[in-house]
């Protein structure tokens, strides 16, 4: 099974940026569609991102045109690019497969803060 370690999380101002990281043990972004997840205080983990091994992307609504998923298969690492963040972005953020693809176990995440 594979092993993904997330990273970049941290304490931001509202209208700040953070780049998440997401390190595969093996090279699997060229063969399964993957995602990034969040889970805020008191609510259900959401799907925030997807890319499909052919590059294609989607996003959910509360965080289109401000968040941009992207992978390096070569470094075997996914990213989360966050700007324009919000005070609702607070969560822990996971990567892991995507829902189509049959998300596995939960890492420890990385926490993101976005407060003043």
């Known amino acids: 099974q594979v092993q993904l370690v997330e990273s970049g999380g941290g304490l931001v101002q509202p209208g700040g940026s953070l780049r998440l990281s997401c390190v595969a043990s093996?090279?699997?972004?060229?063969?399964?569609?993957m995602g990034w997840y969040r889970q805020a205080p008191g609510k259900q983990r959401e799907l925030v991102a997807t890319?499909?091994?052919?590059?294609?992307?989607n996003y959910a609504d509360s965080v289109k045109g401000r968040f941009t998923i992207s992978r390096d298969n070569a470094k075997n690492t996914m990213y989360l690019q966050m700007n324009s963040l919000k005070p609702e972005d607070t969560a822990v953020y996971y990567c892991?497969?995507?829902?189509?693809?049959?998300?596995?176990?939960w890492g420890q995440g990385t926490q993101v803060t976005v407060s003043s």
């Open positions: 093996r090279s699997i972004f060229k063969i399964v569609a």
């Open positions: 890319v499909t091994p052919g590059g294609s992307t």
């Open positions: 892991n497969k995507s829902p189509s693809a049959g998300a596995g176990s």
